[in-house]
């Protein structure tokens, strides 16, 4: 089972700040099969990023996706309101998912 | 568009079976994506339960191998969840979602709403 850590547990930030998550993997996620997740109270999870770095359509160029190997990075450039929600990583390489436990991104 | 219903009942009794059906729209059930179950307990992160293509295909979280059953139903365009011997660490509000394998290599693109299921007597 590939083990996915999640940092930081929460950010504390400001609309129009910028935010840095990461993911690590507990061994090498191939071919870079990496998503994020955002979240919203009372929404369905939305896909932001697949393939490590590719945005999912629809998905404000603000977010990017980041890395390879075992280290992956969601970046949100100058915070929107709606931006203040939790984010997963999520690795699809294996025939088992896994999830981040989350990071919580809040105002 | 591609639109996914979860249905089922919201209220289920300890050491009874979950079952959840998940409707499909706008996308054939019949193609090259699988199908996926993904639950969220109270306070706690997104767990994975399985998938499964519409050849019968399954592939499950190991945490719930035991207990879990996925199912499709190709002439309603649905795919079902039975999960049994649920306990109140059951209670969660459980996801559909699609796998894209048709374009891409497999993230969950599009999702249902959720449904809340209480285990409760």
């Known amino acids: 089972e590939i083990v996915l850590t999640q940092s930081p547990g929460t950010l504390s930030l400001s609309p129009g700040e910028g935010a840095t998550l990461t993911c690590r993997a507990s061994q090498t996620v191939s071919s870079s099969y990496l998503a994020w997740f955002q979240l919203r109270p009372g929404q369905a999870p939305r896909l932001l990023i697949f393939g490590a770095s590719t945005r999912a359509t629809g998905v404000p160029d603000r977010f990017s996706g980041s890395g390879s190997g075992t280290d992956f990075t969601l970046t949100i450039n100058r915070l929107e309101p709606e931006d203040f929600a939790v984010y997963y990583c999520q690795q699809y390489a294996s025939s088992l998912r896994t999830f981040g436990q989350g990071s919580r991104v809040e105002i | 568009q591609v639109h996914l219903q979860e249905s089922g009942p919201g209220l289920v009794k300890p050491s009874g079976t979950l079952s959840l059906t998940c409707a499909v729209s706008?996308?054939?059930?019949?193609?090259?994506?699988?199908w996926n179950w993904v639950r969220q307990s109270p306070g706690k992160g997104l767990e994975w339960i399985g998938e499964?293509?519409?050849?019968?295909?399954?592939s499950y979280n190991p945490s719930l191998d035991s207990r879990v059953t996925i199912s499709v139903d190709r002439s309603k365009n649905q795919f079902s969840l039975n999960l049994n011997s649920v306990t109140a660490a059951d209670t969660a509000v459980y996801y559909c979602?699609?796998?894209?394998?048709?374009?891409?290599?497999?993230?969950?693109?599009?999702w249902g709403q959720g449904t809340l299921v209480t285990v409760s007597s």
């Open positions: 706008g996308d054939s059930i019949s193609g090259p994506n699988r």
């Open positions: 979602a699609r796998a894209n394998y048709d374009v891409w290599s497999g993230p969950l693109d599009y």
């Open positions: 499964i293509f519409h050849t019968g295909i399954t």
